[in-house]
T-cell receptor
Framework: DGGITQSPKYLFRKEGQNVTLSCEQN?????MYWYRQDPGQGLRLIYY???????QKGDIAEGYSVSREKKESFPLTVTSAQKNPTAFYLC????????????FGPGTRLTVT | KNEVEQSPQNLTAQEGEFITINCSYS?????LHWLQQHPGGGIVSLFM???GKKKHGRLIATINIQEKHSSLHITASHPRDSAVYIC???????????FGTGTSLTVIP
């Protein structure tokens, strides 16, 4: 089955710790995205990558970092510099950037206390 | 001001009713997308539109490029349609989606 997987579904961390969220796709898509979803707000773009070894900041990149060493994988690290890290994080991929339909993973709910 | 506005924010309907969700946007776009988010959080793409109208089962999506407006219609609504419906647009020449805040639909049996 082709698709996007995110793990874990729920993640709990203490304040001050970095945490890495996993995103893997086997759709052979070039573009991958990380979004954050907060109650009452639309999805907001954290980072996106159009191709391996390249990524761009989105609207709310501060306190986050990413890597794209393999086409299939786009992990997101939430650093201790992120002021309000508790949120629902969604990964997506598409054939190419921009116009194309995006396919979403099931999401990771991160709680930092 | 958000570039994508949806209305209503919340909607409750009786099973069988015809439902309309609206989306207005303020920028030039290359495409508009309707997405469905179930209570568990996963998001599924329903439609991608650049003009006209598309139909899939009981779902119909329309777009008016001149008026910068799109509607999602659900005919003969069913409790399994209960979800959050999200409108998103691709700006001309851009690589990103811009999302509305979603419409939370509850269909009561």
């Amino acid at each position: 089955d082709g698709g996007i997987t995110q793990s874990p579904k729920y993640l709990f961390r203490k304040e001050g710790q970095n945490v890495t969220l996993s995103c893997e796709q086997n759709l052979n898509h070039d573009a991958m995205y990380w979004y954050r979803q907060d109650p009452g707000q639309g999805l907001r773009l954290i980072y996106y990558s159009q191709i391996v070894n390249d990524f761009q900041k989105g609207d709310i990149a501060e306190g986050y970092s990413v890597s794209r060493e393999k086409k299939e994988s786009f992990p997101l690290t939430v650093t201790s510099a992120q002021k309000n890290p508790t949120a629902f994080y969604l990964c997506a991929s598409s054939i190419g950037p921009g116009y194309y339909e995006q396919y979403f993973g099931p999401g990771t709910r991160l709680t930092v206390t | 001001k958000n570039e994508v506005e949806q209305s209503p924010q919340n909607l409750t309907a009786q099973e069988g009713e015809f439902i309309t969700i609206n989306c207005s946007y303020s920028v030039g776009i290359s495409a508009l997308h309707w997405l469905q988010q179930h209570p568990g959080g996963g998001i599924v793409s329903l439609f991608m539109l650049s003009s006209g109208k598309k139909k899939h089962g009981r779902l119909i999506a329309t777009i008016n490029i001149q008026e910068k407006h799109s509607s999602l219609h659900i005919t003969a609504s069913h409790p399994r349609d209960s979800a959050v419906y999200i409108c998103a647009v691709n700006k001309w020449g851009g690589n990103q989606f811009y999302f509305g805040t979603g419409t939370s639909l509850t269909v009561i049996p």
